[in-house]
């Protein structure tokens, strides 16, 4: 009895001890440096958006952008200026801050006046502070926004000092989503896409490998210019002699008549004229 007494005193006395060690503390890791001041280092895409602006519009990566829209504005360099591209998807806007003398700077959106004609996008250029540890080199600060539009309008960028910047405009006037490009087609064929075009009026023309037309139709839009109006048609149209061949869109100038083609896709008819 008195050796089962023992034993339990002795393991009470090894609990306690363990319960009293101490274990050592980690030794907290040195504070990082925040780099340039908390300031993203970035010359070439540095901006933000006033936050009550972003769900009128939004910043996008110029590597994000189809290849069309990035060609176009890949032609205009680093060169100051507000560049517009009005396609039936969205409006891209890309701001060019020009050059500056070294790393920190930036683009702020800090307004949007979207009821105003023509629309105004009101810009800030950041400035580094001068403890900000920025690279030594010229820097071009340059933002690509992508504002949603229903319609083509006219877009103006300004500082907030009211001093315009140059500008440069395209507009996409009709995009066909149907038939896809080099899709065989059969008869009739689905057309689907958007345009703007006068009170909605447009042409659908169908054309074999030798630019002769088979097929011509005029269509209506559901909105008319400057809005994008959508269509949905099934077309039919003669037994063409070529395997290959093209589906347009266009219009008719009200001015000399000249047939303005809007936008096309290669097709491949599954049957021909034999």
């Known amino acids: 009895m008195k050796k089962i007494f023992v034993y339990i005193i002795i393991l009470v006395l090894i609990f306690v001890m363990m319960g009293c ?153 009709a995009e066909l989503e149907l038939p896809e490009e080099n899709e065989e087609i059969n008869n009739p064929v689905e057309i689907q896409g958007r345009i703007i075009a006068f009170e909605g009026s447009f042409i659908v023309r169908i054309l074999d490998a030798e630019d002769e037309i088979i097929h011509e139709e005029h269509l209506q839009a559901d909105a008319g210019g400057p809005e994008w109006g959508s269509f949905q048609e099934e077309i039919r149209y003669p037994l063409p002699k070529t395997k290959e061949g093209r589906i347009e869109v266009g219009e008719y100038s009200a001015k000399d008549g000249e047939y303005l083609m809007r936008d096309y896709v290669a097709v491949r008819f599954k049957n021909i004229e034999q």
Do not use: C
Request: hydrophobic share 30%.
């Open 21 to 173: 060690r101490v274990e050592p503390v980690p030794d907290p890791p040195p504070p990082q440096d925040e780099p340039n001041g908390g300031m993203e280092e970035n010359g070439n895409f540095h901006g933000d958006i006033n936050v009550e602006l972003q769900d009128r519009m939004r910043i996008v990566e110029e590597d994000t952008l189809p290849d069309t829209i990035r060609e176009w504005f890949q032609q205009f360099g680093d060169e100051r200026g507000g560049y517009v591209y009005q396609h039936p998807d969205a409006t891209y806007v890309k701001i060019n801050a020009g050059e500056k003398p070294t790393g920190g700077y930036g683009i702020s959106i800090v307004d949007y006046l979207h009821e105003e004609y023509p629309r105004i996008i009101v810009v800030d250029t950041r400035i580094p502070d001068e403890d900000d540890i920025v690279t030594q080199v010229l820097s071009y600060p340059s933002v690509i926004l992508q504002v949603h539009t229903d319609m083509a309008v006219e877009f103006e960028v300004r500082t907030i000092d009211d001093e315009a910047f140059p500008m440069e405009h395209t507009l996409v006037f």
